[in-house]
């Protein structure tokens, strides 16, 4: 899908107002992938990432926020939006292991798995991002930019 997009994204110059309407209707479909969201809509469970129809739909959203943003969106143009960019790397690594910890207990209240899981995938993420990736970011660009010692060889 990946491949398709690019080349899609390569040749094609999307209209204004489609731009908007693809950017928002991605955004809508973002919380439908939650696994117990879209059980209580359709009654149907999903198999993440066996199901070809949730790869399909997680690559148009990746597609649409990625390339069909309006210009100066206010969604992606403030400091919330710089946030999440920020921590999006480690969001994206540690929700999965954020969701298994939380599956078990709370399966039984949907309505409280959801924030309670957006709230801990982003503190997890935030914290991982300030301890982890910005302490190694300083270092290799330390490493990186260190000139060499005179007495060196």
Known sequence: MGVIFGQLYRCWKAPSALRSSAYLLSLLLIPLLFPVIFMSLTGHQHGMWQDVGVLFVVSFVFFC?????????????????????????????????????????????????????????????????????????????????????????
């Open 65 to 153: 926020i990625t390339f069909l943003v309006p210009d100066n969106t206010l969604l992606m143009s403030n400091p919330v939006g710089d946030f999440f960019g920020k921590i999006s790397y480690s969001l994206y690594l540690l929700h999965m292991p954020v969701l298994k910890l939380l599956k078990t207990p709370v399966t039984d209240s949907p309505v409280l798995l959801l924030p309670l899981f957006l709230s801990l995938a982003i503190g997890v993420s935030y914290l991982s991002f300030r301890v982890i990736e910005c302490p190694a970011r300083h270092a290799i660009r330390c490493l990186a930019y260190r000139k060499p010692s005179a007495n060196a060889g």
